[in-house]
């Protein structure tokens, strides 16, 4: 982590296209988040290198709300600008197309999935070198897609470019193959860079910069023994993370922290469950304050979900995890000591404490929900790797770690009986059940180049992409059904934006402009009760607007929603919180 991996993509990007010929250069990234904070780093790489204008798109579901993109387009009020980014190939399925481009994963997945016009994703993909950026962060189902997308990136001619800093052995040589790349894969030291071409894979070893050593101990899983340890840290100064694994948890923690400290620290709050205009100002206030160029306060803590985990250049002194998968957990310490800094006395040793590492006692993945997020035979497989550690060398550690956890490494000799019982049957047939699950639905979904064309979509549902349509959805990733909500305000003549402003007829046509100010507050959510009662209402006239149509109002009283058992407040530092009927006081876990 943070040893130039995408500067060296882009430098791999100017050798590849002089040397085939490629068209451009599209990089896929797990999260809108990611592609975001991306974008401007490739526009400033773009434009040192461009002897004229480029057509660049940022490609995801929250393109038109990102501040640089609609500069690009001519929308804010520079117009001088040396790049542009076509209002035409802006439109839905047509940014694939652009030469250039930063966005998600998905949108090339689409290409490989029989959905409407995935044909034209194929072919905007082709002749082009693609990057895909931390192929670890995806699930068994999401994996097979991309050796699907990859078999079909080297039929179109493209050269591909993967990046990840905790790759396990497994996937790497799944993703090989899906190349051509059958056996012959040298054996090196980590870290390390592979290069697989007609003659075969070569590659070597490369030093990093040394990294000072990571101390490493535990906390408890409960909120207040979070709260306690950071508090307790804040307190000798200094910058720091308490990164968690679910949005409740963050909630309650920063409402915890912040009623201790009241405004004697500068105190961040950073998820997915903000309004899309809100979460995109606090992207840019984390990576103000903690990015390699902002101006640092000096005594501050992020307190997020994984949204802080991949792909933004922040920098902290001290950090707090809750446990995670091995290879997501190094990634979030991969973010302490990033940048060279004067530390605070305190925090010149890097020190992570991690929830639930307790060396005598399993972590509750019930009452916390970390194994609703991740799988617990990965997350207890990390526990017993990483109990009697008190040290992480990066990137030293890293590939050891990596493999011990994923490649199925006999478990540590002392670990005691019941522990072992629960890993190794309980934890471990749930796990070999939904990876076989996985692996075969990728499998039947997606579209194989190797197919006779006549053939090459039988028995392959056809469906629609997410928000398109009604009926069957072909998704790039599994988990529970979503739903995009828009919060309005009930006013006596109408709605309102926020409240305060002028309202407006949800049974009359919106302007343009209107529409796009509701379409920048879309927030996305999973929750089940909530997707079932809205996905049964019938749009308003309001909502037909075609920015709106897949979307959802989500009528609030003084910032609150309450109907049949569903209680919700939108609040202005926590986000959208879900609150138990029965009282407005608490939150549900």
């Known amino acids: 982590m943070g040893e130039g991996k995408t500067e060296l993509a882009f430098l791999a990007h100017l050798r590849l296209q002089a040397a085939n010929g490629h068209r451009g250069l599209y990089v896929a990234l797990p999260t809108q988040a990611t592609g975001n904070a991306l974008f401007k780093r490739a526009l400033t790489f773009l434009e040192q290198f461009s002897e004229g204008p480029l057509d660049v798109q940022l490609v995801h579901g929250g393109a038109a709300m990102n501040v640089d993109i609609q500069h690009l387009r001519g929308i804010a009020d520079d117009r001088q600008e040396s790049l542009s980014a076509s209002a035409w190939f802006s439109q839905r399925k047509r940014p694939l197309l652009s030469p250039y481009g930063v966005g998600t994963v998905d949108q090339a997945l689409f290409g490989v999935l029989n959905v409407k016009h995935h044909f034209v994703r194929l072919w905007g993909l082709a002749n082009r070198v693609v990057v895909l950026d931390e192929v670890h962060a995806y699930d068994t189902y999401t994996n097979g897609l991309i050796v699907a997308l990859l078999r079909w990136l080297r039929a179109l001619g493209c050269s591909v470019v993967l990046m990840s800093a905790t790759l396990p052995l497994a996937r790497r040589e799944e993703l090989l193959r899906a190349w051509g790349v059958a056996d012959g894969v040298p054996e090196l030291a980590y870290p390390r860079v592979l290069l697989a071409d007609d003659g075969g894979v070569r590659g070597e070893h490369f ?3 040394p990294l000072a050593p990571i101390h490493l101990a535990w906390v408890a899983e409960s909120i207040d023994a979070l709260a306690d340890q950071a508090i307790g840290l804040l307190d000798t100064g200094g910058c720091g993370a308490l990164i968690v694994n ?3 948890r963050a909630q309650q923690l920063y409402r915890c922290v912040r009623e201790r400290l009241g405004e004697s620290c500068e105190l961040f709050l950073f998820h997915a469950r903000y309004p899309a205009d809100e979460r995109g100002e606090r992207e840019r206030q984390v990576l103000s304050a903690f990015g390699v160029a902002g101006e640092r306060p000096p005594r501050a803590l992020l307190i997020a979900t994984q949204v802080a985990e991949q792909s933004l250049d922040i920098d902290f002194d001290f950090m707090l995890s809750d446990l995670a998968p091995v290879d997501l957990l190094l990634q979030r310490a991969g973010r302490l000591h990033r940048h060279e800094r004067e530390r605070p006395p305190a925090h010149r040793q890097a020190r992570l404490w991690v929830a639930g590492l307790q060396r005598d006692k399993l972590p509750d993945l019930k009452e916390t929900a970390w194994g609703y997020v991740y799988d617990p035979y990965v997350l207890l497989r990390t526990w017993a790797f990483l109990r009697d550690e008190r040290e992480l060398q990066l990137p030293a550690d890293i590939d050891r770690l990596v493999q011990a956890v994923y490649d199925d490494d006999a478990l540590p000799a002392d670990l005691e009986a019941a522990a072992r019982e629960q890993i190794e049957i309980e934890s471990y047939g749930e796990y070999l059940a939904r990876i076989q699950k996985e692996r075969r ?25 997410e928000g398109e349509g009604t009926g069957l959805e072909n998704k790039t990733r599994l988990g529970r059904e979503s739903i995009t909500l828009i ?18 007829a949800p049974d009359r046509p919106l302007s343009d402009t209107l529409a796009r100010r509701l379409y920048d507050r879309q927030l996305k959510v999973s929750r089940t009760a909530l997707v079932k009662r809205f996905k049964c209402d019938e749009l308003p006239v309001a909502f037909q607007h075609p920015l709106l149509r897949n979307c959802y109002p989500l009528p609030l009283q003084l910032g609150r929603y309450s109907h049949e058992g569903l209680c919700l407040q939108l609040d202005d530092e ?16």
Do not use: M
Request: charged share 30%.
């Open 487 to 504: 919060p309005v305000e009930l006013a006596d003549a109408g709605w309102c934006v926020r409240p305060g402003e002028a309202p407006f």
């Open 207 to 209: 030093g990093a910069r």
């Open 441 to 465: 639905e990728a499998l039947n979904i997606a579209i194989d180049p190797r197919d006779e064309p006549q053939r090459a979509y039988d028995n392959k549902p056809r469906g629609s992409e």
């Open 574 to 589: 926590l986000g959208l919180v879900y609150l138990p009927v029965e009282g407005p006081n608490e939150e549900k876990a």
């Open 246 to 248: 679910t949005v409740d």
